[in-house]
């Protein structure tokens, strides 16, 4: 989980890359809290994908994990 502190963290560091430059733990670290941010983010899209509604022409309603799912078991 990316707290306001990591993201905090995640700023000093671009901007002391572009002023000064980091050292390599700073560069380490620096990727690190970009990973979890963006594992984050994918997380949090694709919760919020899974609880949109699909409305069929047949008037029922589907959701779209659901929708995923089924259409999976055809794909492999």
């Known amino acids: 989980m990316i707290t306001d502190k990591d993201i905090a963290r995640i700023n000093e560091l671009y901007h002391k890359s572009k002023t000064e430059g ?28 899974e609880r949109i509604e699909i409305k069929n022409p047949d008037g029922s309603v589907e959701m779209v994990k659901d929708r995923v799912k089924k259409h999976k078991k055809y794909t492999h």
């Open 22 to 49: 980091l050292t390599p733990e700073e560069k380490e670290e620096q990727a690190h809290l970009r990973g979890a941010y963006i594992t984050a983010i994918r997380k949090n899209l694709r919760a919020n994908l």
